[in-house]
């Protein structure tokens, strides 16, 4: 019976792990998709200003001040425009991107403090984190970088996504918002246990939102990563069949979800290289959290 129940157990673990890959395929597949829309995002902001651009007024020259969300109401300093203020741009361009930005927020409440406005008329993705959550992705610098919780947030609260994807993204409950509550669900649960039907709910999730892009059959990352996700649904899926720089990036998920605990269980899906990864990680787990930190970032095989 012990042994019966052990093997339950690593199967359920294994499903995690599936879970963890699945969502990483699915982000690296919508991250061209979300790549074209705002590009175009950025070009009409472009076409807004009359191709005038400015590249000089910082953040907080740009958001007037008490701001929701990132000005201190309560303080008589606000920390956000403690070293600079608010102030019209010069070229007479920034606070027209700004409104742009904020009438395409589908709630009008950009996360100005992620972005960067020197580069809204150069970098597409300084536009698109203004639609990301206002915590955790400040630091950002790539769509590649990014989780999939954060591209979905993008999808989900930029209006221009509205007629490139099939379902009605103001819905409470929309395809993209049945994603981020299934996988937020996987990634926060207590033990990294998850059942056959909830793998597979999961995936198909997954799946359905990559078939709901309107134009997935012009992006042949999409139409790839749908037979992946099926591919990693299946039974006798094995892990080590991945590269080496996909095994690191799960291994290092689970690492971040605090189940390092559970090495012992998982390590031996793994391949070699990450088989040590995992031991080097495990023998700090009294280490102080930076320390831990860096050795999971620095940690490459490639």
């Keep these: 019976m012990a042994d019966l129940n052990e093997k339950i157990r690593d199967h359920k673990m294994v499903n995690f792990i599936k879970c963890i890959l699945a969502g990483f395929v699915t982000k690296d597949a919508l991250i061209p998709f979300v790549t074209d829309v705002m590009e175009a995002v950025k070009e009409s902001l472009t076409r807004q200003t009359g191709n005038v651009t400015c590249g000089v007024c910082s953040t907080p020259n740009v958001i007037d001040c008490p701001a929701k969300g990132i ?3 309560n303080k008589r300093k606000c920390s956000f425009h403690a070293k600079q203020k608010f102030q019209k741009c010069g070229k007479g361009v920034c606070q027209t991107v700004r409104d742009a930005i904020s009438q395409l927020h589908r709630y009008e409440n950009p996360s100005w403090c992620n972005t960067d406005a020197t580069q809204w008329l150069t970098e597409w ?11 955790g992705y400040d630091d950002k ?3 590649d970088k990014t989780d999939i919780n954060g591209i979905l947030n993008l999808i989900i609260n930029c209006r221009e996504f509205d007629n490139e994807i099939c379902d009605d993204l ?9 994603v981020r509550d299934k996988m937020r669900n996987i990634r926060h649960a207590a033990k990294p246990d998850v059942p056959d039907v909830i793998m597979h709910d999961a995936i198909n999730a997954l799946t359905n939102l990559l078939k709901d892009v309107r134009r997935h059959g012009n992006f042949p990352e999409c139409l790839k990563a749908i037979s992946k996700l099926n591919e990693i649904k299946q039974g006798d899926f094995d892990i080590k069949s991945e590269s080496i720089d996909v095994q690191q990036d799960v291994w290092k998920e689970l690492v971040s979800l605090n ?6 269980y998982l390590y031996h899906h793994f391949s070699k290289q990450i088989q040590i ?10 280490a102080s959290e930076t320390k831990h930190a860096r050795l999971i970032e620095g940690t490459n095989f490639t």
């Design 259 to 264: 189940f390092e605990d559970k090495v012992k």
């Design 277 to 286: 990864m995992s031991t080097e990680i495990a023998t700090l787990k009294d």
């Design 141 to 143: 610098d790539s769509a």
């Design 125 to 135: 993705w300084e536009v698109a984190k203004c639609f990301l959550p206002p915590q």
């Design 170 to 178: 103001s819905k409470r409950e929309n395809v993209c918002t049945i």
């Design 71 to 73: 000005c201190d109401r």
